[in-house]
């Protein structure tokens, strides 16, 4: 007998009522998407880069004037506060946008001197490229992946959270309404155990995930098997070290600010502040003010800063992480507790005395829980920062601005690390992981550069 659901169901994480079921797609429809994909990127990659350009101009249009309504959909159905749904929406334009714009300079093939009459590296599209996409930034992810993939010519199938369908078909809506020809981004409404199977199909020519590093692994295992190039971005602990010189009020407010954001559930929040004992007290008191001043709700009230964790699995195993790091010997500040009544709400969570061993420390903590790490000084404050199988992202704080610099530059393991600041992706730079982060880049030109065909051609 087949277990299997047959309808990818969205749940209202503030309420607990479903609201939306999507069939899932039998494995004679997922071929048909295929064909038709492989079908659009015979065409797609000869359009010419203007008219391609011009199609996410067109994007970028649609999620600006459709963005209150995008970001009500996302606090439907995974909690995101309208306020930073629709700072969300604002991103995907933005990025829509900055690949057209730099289209032109990115393809333009380089010129490189040698011994042949003319010799030059071309950039080329691959062909149908695999997105599988994560629920805690339901258009940033994909469009991020996305607009790069289409405006060099490549076309995207997107495989999305089985807990945002509806995230899902109104980007394939947004397609439609924004010109693009039939085939250039689709959505799958398929199931896990479906993706394998799509991996392997020939027609994929490329990979990119987005989501936990269990995932990340099975299918770069499988996208590996067929020799197809994978993109992970994966799980992320990142540290922000607070050293003896820093600006606490300062640190204080970006800490709070970076692990609370999308209520605690982003691969790149804030989760383990390593700080130096001889500020600890300091820095613990400040966060925790800045911590007790985050209202939760209703994610549709535009007050809201915090909403509810997208589903009640995700809480119960947030709180296990919390109770068993208080079980070994962390000592919680505030927070740490199951609410009453209906949605998956968590209150922000502050523990100290933190170390290595404790869930907080080793694991990733996908919610609004701070863990504070005790340091002896800098160079215990680094190794604690870097004992981690993560790599994703990473901060230091201080007023010595060159001995940040140098510390984030040489020391810090992680792909994006910023001092004084908290880390975040921009359309502009490059971001990724390393270690069990993942690897590979998303954005800026190097993203652009992932699913290209880099191709040499000499001439004598």
């Not at 990659?45 to 391609?52: I, V, W």
Request: glycine share 8%.
């Amino acid at each position: 007998m087949n277990d299997l659901p047959t309808v990818l169901q969205s749940v209202d994480p503030t309420t607990g009522r479903p609201v939306r079921s999507v069939p899932v797609l039998a494995p004679g429809a997922v071929e048909q998407h295929i064909q038709s994909a492989s079908r659009a990127f015979a065409m797609w990659r000869r359009t010419h880069p203007t008219d391609r350009a011009d199609a996410l101009r067109n994007l970028a249009r649609l999620l600006r004037t459709r963005k209150n309504d995008l970001a009500l959909l996302m606090a439907e159905e995974m909690g995101k506060p309208v306020v930073q749904g629709r700072a969300e929406i604002e991103k995907c334009a933005w990025v829509c946008e900055f690949y057209a714009d730099h289209l032109p300079s990115f393809l333009a093939p380089q010129p490189v001197t040698t011994e042949w009459t003319r010799s030059y590296v071309d950039f080329q599209p691959l062909g149908p490229i695999l997105g599988v996409m994560p629920w805690n930034f339901p258009f940033w992810q994909v469009f991020r992946a996305a607009a790069p993939a289409l405006v060099a010519g490549n076309v995207f199938l997107l495989k999305h959270a089985a807990n945002v369908p509806g995230c899902a078909l109104a980007i394939a809506q947004l397609s439609r309404d924004a010109g693009l020809p039939e085939g250039i981004l689709q959505v799958l409404p398929v199931r896990a155990d479906q993706v394998g199977a799509i991996v392997d199909h020939p027609a994929i020519r490329g990979v990119t995930v987005t989501g936990s590093t269990t995932a990340g692994r099975a299918i770069a295992a499988r996208a590996g098997a067929a020799l197809k190039k994978t993109v992970l971005e994966l799980g992320g602990s990142d540290p922000y070290v607070i050293l003896e010189d820093a600006d606490l009020d300062q640190a204080a407010e970006t800490c709070a600010n970076a692990r609370l954001i999308n209520t605690g559930q982003s691969c790149i929040a804030a989760k383990r502040f390593i700080v130096v004992e001889q500020v600890r007290a300091e820095f613990e008191a400040r966060l925790l003010e800045q911590l007790q001043t985050r209202n939760t709700g209703d994610p549709r009230n535009e007050q809201t800063l915090l909403g509810p964790l997208a589903r009640h699995d995700l809480r119960d195993q947030l709180h296990a992480q919390v109770q068993a790091s208080l079980r070994m010997g962390a000592r919680c500040l505030c927070g740490g507790f199951l609410p009453d009544g209906p949605g998956a709400f968590y209150p922000p969570t502050l523990l100290t005395d933190v170390r290595p061993g404790m869930p907080v420390f080793d694991e990733e903590t996908f919610g609004p829980v701070a863990a504070v790490v005790p340091a002896r000084d800098e160079a215990d404050a680094i190794r604690l920062a870097n004992q981690s199988p993560y790599g994703l992202g990473a901060a230091i704080f201080t007023r010595d601005i060159e001995r940040g610099e140098r510390l984030a530059r040489e020391h810090l393991e992680a792909g994006v690390c910023t001092v004084n600041d908290f880390v975040r992706s921009d359309p502009r730079l490059p971001f990724g992981g390393i270690k069990d982060s993942g690897y590979g880049r998303e954005l800026g030109l190097f993203g652009f550069r992932e699913f290209l065909n880099v191709k040499t051609v000499c001439v004598r």
